[in-house]
């Protein structure tokens, strides 16, 4: 589905349900169905955290750093109620808590909320720059145009500083870059081949392709010949270097597979902590030329300043996956 469709949905939901009613009542509570950790990741840098009133699905409970920021900045988290994952929800749940504002990032289980009676609207994105753009919209449906606007200008800064490195590379030294999931030989999202391209990579899943998945075939993998690897599970790294399949990669020789980082979320994906998926994944690429890039000090900031959260070393060093990732520069 391209871009435009997605936003006449976000616009006619948000035509639908706010036009009368946002003026006339304040948001105070805010449940998250479905990709929990991704819609309350922008939902946190708004400063809006303390109003979901819902408890992390079990699915997403196995990644620590996850639980730890979202129980910090969840009010209760840990004793509250999962209302429901994808199109399985739970309705009566949903009435009995009458929230101000449902979201989800199914339009269809946004539509067949409103039919119950109550307040949704769907977000789906698939680009950075469709991010700004719902971004704005949370800012006007939360009250919190002030901060959204302040994130959008870290995230331009930031894209402009890394730009402004990268740009003399030219095209035939820059990184072949495969960012996938080992065990089912996936990228997941369009968003993957955003932040390659704009890191100063060459993204060597599809970039032309309009669907969120994308499947490699081992021939594939070995005949594009990767320079780095980037891996969405750091204990896949020791099995894909011990892998005969892949020795003949760059990567593997040259000891260039790595994690990407997980701190509200997996930062590869499209969460809001996409800047500083651009940061590491610049100075992962070229890390000569961002010598001076700090990333656990970026990291600290960002979630102080937009999530209200001090992460402490051992945090970060469990963010950014140092452990797993030391050995391979």
Known sequence: MQKTSYFIKIILLFSILFVDAMAAKKIESIITIGAVPVLSSFIFVLGKG???KNELPNQFKHA???VKFYNQVVPHASTSFVYGMNRDVNVEALLKSNPDIVFTMDSIVAVNLQSKGINSIALQWQKAEDIKKIMLLLGDVLDAKKQAISYLNYFDEKLKYINSIIKPIPKEEKKKVLYFDYRTMTTP?????WWIVNAGGIPLSDSNRKIEKYTFSLEQIIFTNPDIIILSNPNDIDDLYK????STLNA???RQIFAAPRGIHLWAYRTSEQPLMLLWAAK???PELFKELDIQEESSRFYKQFVGYQTNQEELLEILHISNNKGNK
């Open 189 to 193: 999202h369009l968003i993957v081949d």
């Open 243 to 246: 892998n005969k399949k892949f």
């Open 284 to 286: 992962t690429f070229y």
């Open 252 to 254: 593997v020789k040259n």
């Open 50 to 52: 303390n109003l979901i």
């Open 64 to 66: 620590s750093t996850t």
